[in-house]
């Protein structure tokens, strides 16, 4: 999926799997944004936290992404500003 946009660039992630999964298992996976800032270099970021659960509700496995983005105003980031008309 295209869940951070074209230019979005993943930069770490970490992940624990807390539940196996059989085969016939439906995962729903959330995502929270946790945090939004600039680092030491100037690239905006956003932290975001994900949930993934079965569907009888178990949590199957959990993680924290950090994820550089373009800033709004268009200065550095990982690409182009972005589109304020875009929905």
Request: hydrophobic content about 35%; some cysteine.
């Amino acid at each position: 999926t295209n869940w951070k946009g074209d230019a979005g660039f993943l930069h770490a992630h970490r992940a624990e799997i807390r539940h196996h999964n059989v085969v016939g298992d439906c995962l729903t996976i959330d995502g929270t944004v946790t945090a939004v800032g600039a680092d030491a270099a100037g690239r905006h970021y956003a932290e975001v936290t994900q949930e993934a659960r079965n569907q009888h509700g178990d949590l199957s496995a959990r993680g924290v992404g950090i994820v550089h983005l373009p800033s709004r105003a268009g200065g550095q980031g990982s690409g182009d500003s972005f589109d304020s008309n875009v929905k």
